[in-house]
């Protein structure tokens, strides 16, 4: 370590804060690794750091690597606060060369290029070190290499303390739901889970969130793990967590409105600046009947550090509350039981998680398609279950590109649940999901039915992972069209990192699937689909993050700054991005109105319900609706039935309340003389012995 006064402290006098440097030594930085260069800081006048009088000013280093967006670099306080100095930049070019950090610089780290010579802005808050620690002690560079092939050298790095301390957004309350980790002082890896805490504070839409108040939602044990592939690179970090009991072990809970469980995520809105690109997907998936994860909006505090705007939310899991299909033992290896219900997935695969298919992509006879292993898990799966599943997709892929593919007793049908393959294309190609038809793609196999005889008909969703989507991208031909154009179904053609097997290819080559698009697309154009009623779904997202955004935007200056996705001419402002995704959206559902196969001719598929509720067979009145209103369903199977409403974000406004159907005619009223809310949009649903529907109610004052 060696330290150095101020050149003007040895022509003037100075006073006890005079800027002091202190330099580390540097060692190799290996491939795939995590390694920590300490610089010990002693003798640092005054020991106290803050940000306004003395404190923490630049950090800088020099190191040679050969591809230099595998790296992250951090730095580590004594107190143990952890700040992102740079992630994920400079794409294959090579150095970091005399790179300083510091957050008065003019120009972002994310804007520079290498070997990024120069001073530059931080893209974490280097700020929150200087919150009244003693600033001697051990000081850490932690340098993460995040893929393989490439290694490189630190060469030196040094930080330097003075009177223009580095400074941070102050975090004082919320109208958000608030969530609050402490890991104590540990890096969350991106497996395993490691030990934390966390607490959850929401007071509604009345009362602010505070640090200090008391967590009404939750306080206690959490698992927590980066979650991920490129968007693990990204500043903003998404997480899984699970929650866990004074020992550790799993405990289901209720958060923010959700039904309880224990397995949760919070994802990043770091790639999402209008903050509403999964939340509209999902609400669309949703409103068309069937499962697709909740979110709640929150901001996250982390080791005491803001982290941004994050979505809470469900994991795609088996349960009866997410993907309802039966649980799947590793006992259960003979029939009926083996026959489900499996989760599959298109996504990175290897050969310990996932097994090749037989057949190739219609549309590229000369690629490969993995199907991967989800529930149960690669490691939990038994030999007989995979033998199982992988024959029931031999079998339908057969079927289906066999020459009798388009016949109703024995062709693809027989495997397939139209309706939810039909659904999932068109949330899909509104949002052009580039994503959603080559990785984080879900199917599931239900299971077989022991009364009928009829087997478990594979599913396609719940729809997932939408940050890339509902805008213009960089990313092959048909992605970057202005006009709204474009299939992303057909993203074979652009060489992708994982292959489609290209099911709607082959799909769409019958004449009746095409028309019963056509049939689906034209109903729903009337309903959800309608561009007011996204609108309104937008608008809601826009005016509940309002306040947060601000905070998140300083936290993350990215705004007209194309980050994580390749986007197109980003926004230089919230309201910007807000009026960009709408305009988008217009763009694209008037070239699907226009290009959308098959016809709408002697349309009789439109309503159509795989299971026993269909919409024909649920009505509420009055609609719209004052205080009070009446449901009546026609239930071909008796059981409890399930009703709750919840808003256009899908928080809960009347709580879920069951009620005893009976085969036939049921009536359930409701009196709300005195709702705890107001007028607009709600959906209302209703959860069956053999499914749920949803349906639009409008209260009025």
Excluded at 30 to 36: E, G, I, K, L, Y
Excluded at 113 to 135: I, L
Excluded at 520 to 535: K, P, S, V, Y
Aim: glycine share 8%.
């Amino acid at each position: 370590m060696k330290f150095f006064l101020h050149p003007l402290c040895l022509l003037f006098f100075c006073s006890p804060g005079f800027a002091q440097t202190f330099t580390g030594t540097g060692g190799p930085i290996p491939d795939v690794a995590t390694t920590n260069f300490p610089l010990t800081v002693s003798g640092l006048s005054p020991a106290t750091i803050d940000t306004l009088n003395f404190g923490l000013e630049t950090v800088c280093v020099n190191l040679t690597h050969t591809y230099d967006s595998d790296l992250e670099l951090r730095l580590i306080a004594p107190d143990g606060t952890d700040v992102l100095l740079s992630t994920g930049n400079g794409g294959g070019n090579d150095d970091y060369t005399n790179t300083c950090f510091d957050v008065f610089a003019s120009t972002l780290i994310t804007a520079g290029s290498a070997p990024f010579t120069g001073t530059f802005k931080p893209q974490g808050q280097m700020g929150t070190v200087n919150n009244g620690q003693n600033g001697n002690g051990t000081w850490t560079l932690r340098i993460i290499d995040m893929a393989g092939q490439d290694v490189g050298n630190l060469l030196s790095w040094n930080i330097t303390f003075g009177n223009n301390p580095a400074t941070y957004p102050g975090f004082n309350s919320t109208d958000l739901p608030l969530v609050i980790i402490n890991t104590n002082n540990q890096s969350i890896p991106n497996e395993p889970k490691i030990a934390a805490t966390m607490k959850i504070i929401d007071y509604g839409t009345v009362l602010r969130n505070h640090p200090n108040d008391i967590p009404n939602i939750f306080n206690g044990n959490i698992g927590i793990e980066r979650r991920g592939n490129f968007s693990a690179s990204l500043p903003q970090k998404p997480y899984n967590f699970e929650t866990r009991d004074s020992l550790g072990l799993e405990l289901d809970t209720a958060l923010l409105g959700m039904p309880s469980e224990h397995d949760w995520c919070l994802i990043a809105c770091y790639n999402d600046k209008s903050f509403s690109r999964n939340t509209l997907a999902s609400d669309l998936f949703q409103k068309m009947g069937h499962y697709a994860p909740r979110f709640r909006y929150c901001e996250v505090l982390l080791n005491g550090n803001y982290e941004g705007i994050y979505m809470l939310g469900e994991l795609v899991k088996r349960d009866k509350n997410r993907v309802d299909i039966a649980k799947l033992d590793s006992t259960e290896n003979t029939s009926p039981d083996i026959t489900g219900g499996y989760i599959t997935k298109i996504d990175y695969w290897d050969n310990n998680n996932s097994w090749l298919l037989n057949y190739h992509p219609v549309d590229h006879q000369n690629l490969d398609a993995h199907m991967v292993y989800y529930y149960p898990k690669p490691d939990d799966i038994t030999p007989q279950q995979k033998t199982y599943i992988q024959q029931f997709y031999n079998d339908m892929e057969t079927a289906l590109y066999g020459s009798n593919f388009a016949d109703t007793a024995n062709g693809y049908r027989k495997y397939l649940s139209t309706i939810s393959f039909l659904d999932y294309f068109i949330v899909n190609e509104l949002a052009r999901n580039v994503d959603g038809f080559k990785k984080s793609r879900f199917f599931f196999k239900e299971k077989d039915n022991t009364t009928t005889g009829a087997l478990g008909k594979l599913k396609a969703g719940p729809v997932w992972d939408f940050d890339w989507a509902w805008n213009d991208i960089w990313d092959c031909s048909y992605f970057q069209a202005q006009d709204g154009s474009g299939w992303s179904h057909l993203i074979n053609d652009c060489g992708p990192d994982v292959n489609s097997p290209g099911y709607y290819v082959r799909l769409l080559q019958d004449t009746t699937f095409a028309n019963e698009l056509r049939c689906r697309w034209e109903h729903m154009r009337g309903l959800m689909l309608d561009t007011g009623a996204i609108f309104q779904t937008i608008d809601s997202i826009a005016s509940r993050v309002n306040e947060a955004q601000q905070r998140h935007f300083q936290l993350y200056p990215i705004l007209g700054i194309v980050t994580g996705t390749p986007e197109v001419n980003p926004a230089y402002s919230f309201a910007g991005e807000i009026d960009s995704i709408k305009t988008w959206i217009l763009r694209r559902i008037n070239w699907l109105d226009a290009n959308i196969p098959g016809n709408a001719i002697n349309c009789s598929f439109v309503g159509v319900h795989e299971n026993n509720l269909s919409p024909g067979k649920l009505s509420v009145y009055p609609n719209p609706f004052k205080e009070n209103f009446s449901i009546e369903a026609d239930l071909e199977i008796a059981g409890d039935v399930i009703i709750f409403m919840t808003d256009v974000l899908g928080k809960t406004v009347i709580a879920p309340q069951k009620f005893t159907g009976t085969h036939g005619r049921n009536k359930f009223d409701f009196r709300q003389k005195d709702a705890e809310y107001g007028a607009g949009v709600y959906f209302l649903h209703l959860q069956s012995p053999g499914g749920q529907i949803t349906r639009q109610l409008v209260k009025i004052n």
